[in-house]
């Protein structure tokens, strides 16, 4: 036997356990999510929104007068029965208490009087506009201390640890009447280091207290994502983290939170010391010490553990044993903010036969042939090896052209092992919410849009719309939300630029901060039409608007709240101020 033919068996050889092997990889690799979108899917259940507000009525001058001071911002759960972490000046109105409260409320009015009647008022002396100023009469005051769950529950809280705001150590802690609740694991902010990745997680947006929470939109959180770009110290000699994350007012005492899932500190505004502006950590570290202050020991929660579950099975297809998972999530955590979306996209995947059905591994069996056929091999080699030196036969130079010449007197030469599956340079990452390789999603699910082998515009994150060079995010919509649909702007300044639906839906408007689609138009009024998931159908709502929202042709009359079907177009006042296509199928 020549040295040719036993390079062949060798190569040969090597050829089938690739093969082998290859195929006891792919068998056993499981679909992994996107790592950012699981980190945010596993977190967002256990964020919450804040509120700490006084509204007043006063009345002079024969009129009543309505004020308000304190504002909103985020929170999440630090303990399974109701323990929240937020920041200080969140809270600092009702920390103060009613007596400060009032006096600030009539602060606020005398400024207004003045803007209305200053030119009378600087008339009178002294003694006349004290006179005045003391027929103001406090009708009612209205205290809103609660937090508002993603489900749109309120929940009334006590503070239980309270800082300095604006400083340092601008963390509080408060509590709710709650059991079973998703937390977020508390990290050590001393081991974080610059360009770390992070995402920030809250409710940005300017608070209205009026009808705020009706807008279904307000209740999911959004998220933003960034790294650390600078470890700092407060005056006060607290640590304090800079950040890149893009993060504004109503995101205070959100949890920023790094790669392995740990709370690293509260996204926080203050004005004092070096807490200033935007993008600052309060560090975890410096919330740990109110942890400690009131002797709270943070446990793992069981609806965490039930989540994390099921969302492993969902990724995996294994639909049936998921809902059972998110089935019993809901009876612990009624007010779980996702289960039941994932509920019924599991099971419209069913409907659809893309459950994945799990039978007993054959691994084992694959490796005993990869063993055997390496045994049998190896015998086989050695046979010819023997035979060959019996022949005693000189051995045959190497053709010329290096070692593998001889592969090319009509052998094929050995190909390299093949990629195994989902595995292939280039492909870009699969949402965590498709189903897994094998099988392709719902019709309502796949990507729209131009012709194959035509340029595509990529889905955009919410988009603040200002003007033609005006097209950065802000306020980008959580990572891995549950897409329904897409809208597409087919006229206005956004033209050709795509928009992601979730079920919670999508407010557009012109006031920044509460809608997610801002048109920076006076004809849009401030809230103007909410698209969005409801009863099983996509629908837009008219959110009371002056100028009106109509679908496909203005000629058609304004809308009060119609149900969409595929390729509808919503006209946001007038054509040219914005319209857009919905897509779902």
Known sequence: MSHRVEQRSWYALLLLCAVLLIHVRAAAAQPTPNAEQKLVMVAKPSVVRVFGVYLATFRFNDEDWEEAIGGTGSGFFITADGYIATNA????NISEGEE???AALIRELSKEIYAKFGDELDRMTATQRADILDTIKLTSIKKLSYVVLPNGDK????????GEPGKGRDAAIIKVNTANAPILPVGDSNKSQVADRIVVLGYPGVADFRGLLDEKSQLEASVT?????ALKRAASGEPILQISAPITHGNSGGPAINEQGEVIGLATFGNEGEVQGFNFLVASATLLDYVKQIKLDPKPSATNTLWKAGLDLYWD???SLAIAKFEQVS??????????????????FQKDGKERKVEKSNNGAIVGGVLGGLAFFAVLVWLMRRKSHAGAKPAVAAAPGGPNAGWQAGVPAPMPPAMPPGFAPGTPPRS???PPPGGAPPAWQQPSGPTPGAPQVPIAKTVAI???????PVAATAFGAMAIGNITCVRGLLQGQRFALTPQGLLIGRQPGVAQIVVNDGRASGKHVWIGLENGKIVCVDQGTTNGTFVNDINHGRISKVELRDGDVVIVAEPDVLSLQLKFS
């Open 317 to 319: 297809r294994q639909y």
């Open 331 to 348: 009876k612990q955590f009624p007010a779980h903010s996702e289960a039941a979306n994932v509920i019924a996209m599991a099971r419209g």
């Open 155 to 162: 929940l009334d809280y006590e503070i239980k640890a309270y």
């Open 432 to 434: 965590p919410y498709a």
């Open 466 to 472: 200002n003007g033609p060079m005006q097209h950065a």
């Open 89 to 92: 000046h969140v809270v600092q």
């Open 100 to 102: 400060k409260a009032k």
């Open 225 to 229: 994502e960034g790294s650390i770009a």
